[in-house]
């Protein structure tokens, strides 16, 4: 249940639980800055599915759909893309789909976007049992590049 001004406590963990797997994942420690943010965009074929968008530094942004519970192959689909502050598109990956059954699904990608402040947003598709819903996530907050 949604808390009225605030964020679900399914969206509050993954949005924790992105935070904290960015940080050990890659060693950095609190000196890596990590911006992150969850909604829903629908449901279908017995799920619920949630897009997550995070940009982390030095200028990489993850698109992540996830699923209410596992999901068969091909129902989850992801695109990343990394925009420069003033809305222009840095680099995008390609939508991409998951090639076995899994509960939640990224694409990612990175690159040079100038000497700015950038954000993540991503496209995300879930199966709802004939055709794909689509869904682009809110933007994560201005990370500023070291």
Avoid: E
Avoid at 25 to 51: I, L
Avoid at 88 to 102: D, E, R
């Amino acid at each position: 249940m949604r808390k009225r001004g605030g964020m679900s406590r399914f969206s509050k963990f993954i949005t924790g639980a992105t935070i904290v797997a960015f940080l050990m994942g890659t060693g950095a420690g609190a000196a890596m800055a990590v911006a992150s943010s969850t909604t829903s965009f629908g449901s279908g074929a017995g799920f619920t599915y949630h897009m997550r968008s995070s940009a982390i530094q030095p200028a990489r942004a993850y698109g992540t759909t996830i699923a209410s519970a596992t999901a068969p192959s091909g129902y989850l689909g992801a695109q990343a893309r990394l925009f420069h502050q003033n809305g222009v598109l840095c680099t995008a990956s390609s939508m991409v789909y998951s090639t076995s059954a899994t509960s939640q699904f990224s694409a990612n990608v990175g690159g040079h976007c100038g000497y700015d402040n950038y954000y993540a947003m991503g496209v995300n598709r879930g199966w709802n049992g004939s055709n794909y819903i689509q869904g682009i996530s809110t933007p994560t907050p201005y990370i500023a590049l070291p």
